[in-house]
C-alpha cells in the first residue's frame, strides 16, 4: 500500500507538473501573440492606408474648373494649336483610336506640342467637348508640407510627363485638361529619400490621395475622375 500511495503522489505530481508547464507554455504563446500584435497592427494599418483606394483617387468638380485657363485651351484648339496640357488629353483618344504607323506619328507630334493632320478629329472632338461644357482646365493642389523638405517626385499623366514636383512648406497649383468621360491615371515616381521616403498628398474641392514612403525610383498610382 506505501509503494501505492507513493506512486500515486508521483503521479499526482507528474500531472500537475505537466499542467503548469502547459500552463506556462500557453501563457507565453499568449504573451507571444499580443506583442507580435503590438508591432504587426501598426504595419497592417499602414499596409491598409497605402492600398485604399480611396486614397488613391481624386475627383474633378465644377468648383476645380480654372475659367482663364479653360477659354486659352478652346481657343488654341480652335486655332489648331497644341500646348503640353492639350498634348496629353489628346493622347489618350490617340491610344484609343490610332495604332501602327498612325498612332507612331500622332506620338511624336504630341511630344513636340504639335498639330498634324491625323490628329485633327480628335481635337476637334475636344474642341466641341469644350463648347458644350464636357470638357475644362482642372487644378490640383499639391499639399504642403514642411517635414517633407528636399523630397521630390517625377508626376506623368497617361504616359507622359508632367514634370518634377517638389513638396514645399506652402501648397501650389497644378492644372490639367479633362472632360467628363475620361479617367486618368497618374504616376508618382519618387525622386529622393529624405526622412525616410516621399509623403505626397494633393487635392481638390471634393476629394484627396495620398501617397506614404515613396522611395527613389519608386512608383504609385493614382486615377483622375471628372464628375
Given at each position: 500500500?506505501?509503494?501505492?500511495?507513493?506512486?500515486?503522489?508521483?503521479?499526482?505530481?507528474?500531472?500537475?507538473?505537466?499542467?503548469?508547464?502547459?500552463?506556462?507554455?500557453?501563457?507565453?504563446?499568449?504573451?507571444?501573440?499580443?506583442?507580435?500584435?503590438?508591432?504587426?497592427?501598426?504595419?497592417?494599418?499602414?499596409?491598409?492606408?497605402?492600398?485604399?483606394?480611396?486614397?488613391?483617387?481624386?475627383e474633378l468638380t465644377e468648383q476645380d474648373i480654372d475659367p482663364e485657363?479653360?477659354?486659352?485651351?478652346?481657343?488654341?484648339?480652335?486655332?489648331?494649336?497644341?500646348?503640353?496640357?492639350?498634348?496629353?488629353?489628346?493622347?489618350s483618344d490617340a491610344k484609343q483610336q490610332l495604332s501602327g504607323d498612325a498612332l507612331q506619328v500622332a506620338e511624336q507630334a504630341l511630344l513636340e506640342n504639335k498639330m498634324v493632320p491625323i490628329l485633327e478629329p480628335l481635337a476637334r472632338r475636344w474642341a466641341n467637348d469644350f463648347d458644350v461644357g464636357k470638357a475644362a482646365a482642372f487644378v490640383i493642389w499639391i499639399a504642403e508640407d514642411e517635414s517633407q523638405k528636399n523630397n521630390a517626385?517625377?508626376?506623368?499623366?497617361?504616359?507622359?510627363?508632367?514634370?518634377?514636383?517638389?513638396?514645399?512648406?506652402?501648397?501650389y497649383a497644378i492644372t490639367v485638361v479633362e472632360r467628363s468621360d475620361l479617367t486618368s491615371r497618374l504616376e508618382i515616381k519618387g525622386l529622393s529619400d529624405a526622412n525616410g521616403g516621399v509623403v505626397f498628398r494633393a487635392e481638390t474641392a471634393t476629394s484627396e490621395a495620398e501617397t506614404k514612403r515613396l522611395h527613389k525610383g519608386k512608383s504609385d498610382f493614382w486615377q483622375i475622375r471628372v464628375r
Open positions: 500500500m506505501a509503494a501505492e500511495s507513493r506512486l500515486a503522489v508521483r503521479n499526482f505530481r507528474a500531472a500537475r507538473s505537466g499542467k503548469l508547464r502547459l500552463f506556462a507554455w500557453a501563457c507565453a504563446a499568449i504573451m507571444l501573440t499580443c506583442a507580435m500584435g503590438y508591432f504587426i497592427a501598426p504595419v497592417v494599418r499602414t499596409l491598409f492606408d497605402e492600398t485604399n483606394a480611396a486614397k488613391k483617387t481624386l485657363t479653360t477659354l486659352v485651351e478652346k481657343n488654341l484648339l480652335k486655332q489648331g494649336q497644341l500646348d503640353p496640357r492639350l498634348a496629353i488629353a489628346l493622347w517626385v517625377e508626376l506623368q499623366l497617361n504616359g507622359i510627363p508632367l514634370g518634377k514636383y517638389t513638396i514645399e512648406p506652402s501648397r
